[in-house]
């Protein structure tokens, strides 16, 4: 808080050392200002004119009821003004600490009309009013109907100016202007200029990027950070989540992203809500590396739903199903006579939910998953597919070609416009320019996604070359546990056993 603030404010009277005649009346002041509001006045000002006030009409305000908001805040809700709670929590209690409130205008106690209702209506109820030293407003009906008129202005007003501020952030997004502190691996720089890459914390960057091409998860790859003594740009440590936000931050390779989440409801916004424009920052990772990590992430981010398999004890965790109820199969191990017996269990049988105690030695398991791996490499026996909706190559063309298609009408749209004398040949010649280029780009998309287009025959032959790499990995004595449960849940959703018939049923992704 200024120190001039703090000199008026001590210069007031405590209330231990307060004696008020009859003709005087204790009040407290609230005193708040916006970041977004430029009309406001300062909060010396704003005390100024409120102790003047205050002197005119009999009021004595003590140094401990002065309400001062440290730092810019919103009146449109609440929940952050915290030296408001407080005078709100004074003025509720019995004891009546004070008889009323100044505020410089109404919009300094609420701008938002159902909260300032709520909360003039307590206050009545404790005989506490609020008074505004520049609105004058009486006790008639007439007056309360002006009240009310000027909370619906104060609240119309910052709804304006929030829009206002919002469409100002787009268009910053749009050229590329960030608006946030910068991800790990910048500096902010101020002054209007892009983020600096920061040296350090860039080794940390491309780390994650490289240990995840090269198989790690994301939960492998916040451990191994961890260990290693890395911390996030906060200082605390990476979790999984943090990993795949950063694995899937377009700003690595020069670009802007702009409203992708959403923190009043904690959730992520449509892809048709989010701007992504070239930034003007030095990049990070190259663009072959980043679309090959989305590559991976496209075609890899199902398997890891599952839980982690470095949190797992057996490779195979987590893949098994009963057959009888579906329910997951459970590594358990028991010692007896210094003799270890692992097995899988059917957890819905240990919890009393099935009828079928499906259970497996664990040696036997590995045998026959081996063996069914084998014989679906060497043979044409049956298996189950389970398309990934991620390869539908048909239904990325259609969409790409809807997409050009309108590219076409909006190009004839601005030679309407520029024929019209709307556009200027300026204004018309960049938006052609744009149109082409995206029609390109579009082209580009459709062309290589035709080329790629494989039939059963082809997505067979492929399926069953992932399936021999995945077994030569599991049947390999220098791979470990995590090595061999990555690679099984590459390819494979589940295994489903059943003990009755002794048989394994293997469903495949196809990638």
């Not at 603030?5 to 708040?32: D, F, M």
Request: glycine share 4%; proline share 3%; with cysteine.
């Amino acid at each position: 808080m200024d120190n001039s603030i703090l000199e008026i404010i001590n210069s007031l009277p405590s209330c231990e050392k307060l004696v008020l005649s009859e003709e005087y009346k204790l009040g407290a002041q609230y005193i708040r200002v916006s970041t977004d509001d430029q009309i406001e006045l300062s909060p010396i000002t704003q005390l100024k004119l409120g102790l003047e006030f205050a002197h005119s009409h009999k009021i004595i305000i003590p140094r401990e009821y002065v309400f001062i908001e440290h730092s810019g805040v919103s009146g449109r809700n609440v929940k952050k003004r915290h030296e408001f709670n407080r005078m709100i929590a004074l003025a509720k209690c019995r004891e009546h600490y004070f008889d009323c409130i100044l505020v410089w205008r109404f919009s300094r106690f609420a701008r938002n009309q159902e909260e300032s209702i709520v909360y003039k209506s307590l206050l009545k109820k404790n005989e506490v009013d609020v008074i505004s030293i520049t609105e004058a407003i009486d006790d008639t009906p007439f007056g309360k109907l002006n009240e009310r008129i000027i909370e619906w202005m104060d609240e119309y007003y910052s709804i304006r100016l929030s829009d206002e501020v919002l469409r100002g952030m787009k268009e910053n997004a749009r050229r590329g202007v960030y608006q946030a502190n910068p991800p790990i691996g910048y500096d902010y720089v101020g002054g209007k200029k892009p983020p600096s890459i920061n040296e350090q914390e860039k080794i940390v960057v491309q780390k994650i990027f490289d240990s995840f091409l090269n198989g790690s998860s994301f939960t492998q790859i916040a451990r191994m950070l961890n260990e290693s003594g890395f911390r996030s740009k906060r200082g605390g440590l990476f979790e999984s989540r943090t990993i795949c936000y950063i694995l899937q931050n377009p700003f690595y390779i020069g670009k802007v992203r702009w409203n992708y989440f959403d923190r009043s409801s904690q959730s992520y916004n449509a892809k048709d809500q989010i701007i992504v424009a070239e930034g003007t920052h030095e990049p990070i990772i190259d663009a072959p590396t980043w679309n090959l990590v989305q590559d991976h992430i496209n075609a890899k981010i199902k398997p890891f739903k599952k839980r982690d398999i470095s949190v797992c004890k057996h490779w195979l965790s987590g893949i098994l199903e009963c057959s009888h109820c579906h329910k997951s199969l459970t590594f358990s191990s028991t010692t007896q006579n210094s003799y270890a017996y692992q097995q899988f269990k059917c957890w819905g049988y240990t919890k009393g939910m099935c009828s079928v105690n499906n259970s497996i030695r664990v040696d036997l398991l590995e045998e026959y998953v081996l063996a069914g791996l084998a014989q679906v490499i060497k043979s044409t026996i049956p298996y189950h597919y389970k398309p990934d909706s991620s390869f539908d190559i048909n239904r990325e063309i259609d969409l790409l070609t809807s997409l050009r298609k309108k590219l076409d009408l909006k190009e004839k749209r601005f030679k309407s416009s520029y024929a019209a004398g709307i556009d200027t040949l300026l204004e018309y010649k960049e938006n052609k320019r744009l149109i082409q280029s995206e029609r390109a780009e579009l082209d580009k998309k459709i062309v290589a996604l035709t080329n790629t287009k494989l039939d059963e025959a082809c997505r067979n032959e492929h399926m069953l070359g992932t399936i021999h790499s995945v077994y030569h990995i599991l049947t390999s004595k220098d791979q470990d546990c995590i090595q061999k449960g990555n690679a099984i849940r590459s390819i494979v959703d589940r295994i489903v056993f059943d003990k009755e018939t002794f048989t394994f049923q293997f469903y495949f992704y196809i990638k």
